[in-house]
């Protein structure tokens, strides 16, 4: 299985962005896509979660009505619209793809394919 991500790159205090995550997985309707981030000289961290079926979402605390999480099952695909960024959600973007326990959707552990990364940056 392989995961694309695109979509990142500088933009305003403020701004918008929207990123995308391409799954070969033909499977991908019946899995959970998250995406998570890890800022220069931190661990990596959740940031949203989808689960199918359901479409149930979760969101990091810090991203909560900022950030939204969707999915296209056509076309496999999971996007992350980011809203109103701010310096601190500069970090590169991976999107990832389990079916861990919904309770347990933001950890890095239970997920067992990932994407590049891709590298969001926020000017102040």
């Known amino acids: 299985v392989q995961l694309q991500a695109s979509g990142g790159g500088l933009v305003e205090t403020g701004g918008s962005l929207t990123l995308s995550c391409a799954t070969s997985?033909?499977?991908?309707?019946?899995?959970?896509m998250a995406w998570f981030r890890q800022a220069p000289g931190k661990e990596r961290g959740f940031v949203a979660a989808?689960?199918?079926?359901?479409?149930?979402?979760k969101y990091a605390d810090f991203v909560k009505g900022r950030f939204t999480i969707s999915r296209d099952n056509l076309k496999n695909t999971v996007i992350l619209q980011m809203n109103n960024l701010k310096p601190e959600d500069t970090a590169i973007y991976s999107c990832?793809?389990?079916?861990?326990?919904?309770?347990?959707?933001?950890?890095?552990?239970?997920?067992?394919?990932w994407g590049q990364g891709t590298l969001v940056t926020v000017s102040s």
């Open positions: 997985d033909d499977t991908f309707s019946y899995h959970t």
């Open positions: 990832a793809l389990g079916r861990p326990a919904w309770s347990a959707s933001d950890r890095t552990a239970l997920y067992y394919y």
């Open positions: 989808i689960r199918r079926p359901g479409g149930y979402t």
